[in-house]
């Protein structure tokens, strides 16, 4: 256990469906992200949230939507996903100042998102 | 831009002793983390380097060479539980941390 947990831990939707991932961090930290891990590919970030800044990867499709109300609850709304954001979506968090702090970032244990 | 380059696969033998290299082409580099990551669960942090040099922590070590763009982790006594993915990761300051692809390691007996 790392202070972090998800759910679902394992996802399974149609294309027309929207669901929602969330993540809980229970560290104190003020820093989250958004991880996909795809098969042979790297670890790819896709949001991060710190101190109410956020930074997305422009690569990210607009299908998907984070959400983070506070600094321990994170979300992932997806919406009209394709097959190919089929994947393992990690989440993390860290006790940083800013987005670009090099401190240690836990993890938590990941949904495993199917996309039908 | 970034650039991390790790062999995909490695296997060894049980008690044997593993370098895991790991290059990279990163600007404004700050440090270089190492993460585990068993199939299946999330990335565990092993190591963040800043400094030329080796550090040491029990059976597994990390160098960097800030000049040459070149990290390795160590493991040493390898046991069967050391069988997982190793994640290179740079961190700089002006981009959240980019990972590499992972090395997938196979401990045999």
């Known amino acids: 256990e790392t202070g972090v947990t998800q759910t679902p831990r394992h996802l399974v939707m149609g294309m027309t469906n929207k669901k929602s991932l969330k993540c809980e961090q229970h560290?104190?930290?003020?820093?989250m992200y958004w991880y996909k891990q795809s098969a042979k590919k790297p670890l790819e970030l896709m949001f991060v949230?710190?101190?109410?800044?956020?930074?997305e990867n422009n690569s990210v499709p607009s299908r998907f939507s984070p959400e983070c109300p506070n600094s321990s609850h994170l979300f992932l709304h997806l919406h009209t996903l394709q097959p190919e954001d089929s994947a393992l979506y990690l989440c993390?968090?860290?006790?940083?100042?800013?987005?670009?702090?090099?401190?240690?970032?836990?993890f938590g244990p990941g949904t495993r998102l199917t996309v039908l | 831009g970034q650039n991390i380059d790790q062999p995909t696969e490695m296997t060894a033998t049980e008690g044997a002793i593993v370098q895991i290299n790991c290059t990279y082409q990163?600007?404004?580099?700050?440090?270089l983390f190492w993460y585990q990551q068993h199939a299946g669960e999330a990335p565990t942090f092993l190591s963040y380097?800043?400094?030329?040099g080796l550090e040491e922590k029990g059976r597994f070590s990390s160098f960097l060479s800030r000049s040459k763009g070149y990290s390795y982790l160590l493991l040493k006594e390898l046991q069967m539980k050391d069988s997982a993915s190793y994640l290179c990761a740079t961190h700089s300051g002006n981009t959240p941390l980019v990972f590499g692809k992972g090395t997938r390691l196979s401990v045999i007996a």
């Open positions: 949230y710190s101190l109410e800044e956020r930074v």
């Open positions: 380097n800043v400094l030329d």
């Open positions: 990163t600007s404004g580099f700050n440090g």
């Open positions: 993390a968090s860290s006790q940083g100042g800013t987005i670009y702090s090099y401190n240690e970032q836990f």
């Open positions: 560290l104190g930290h003020n820093a």
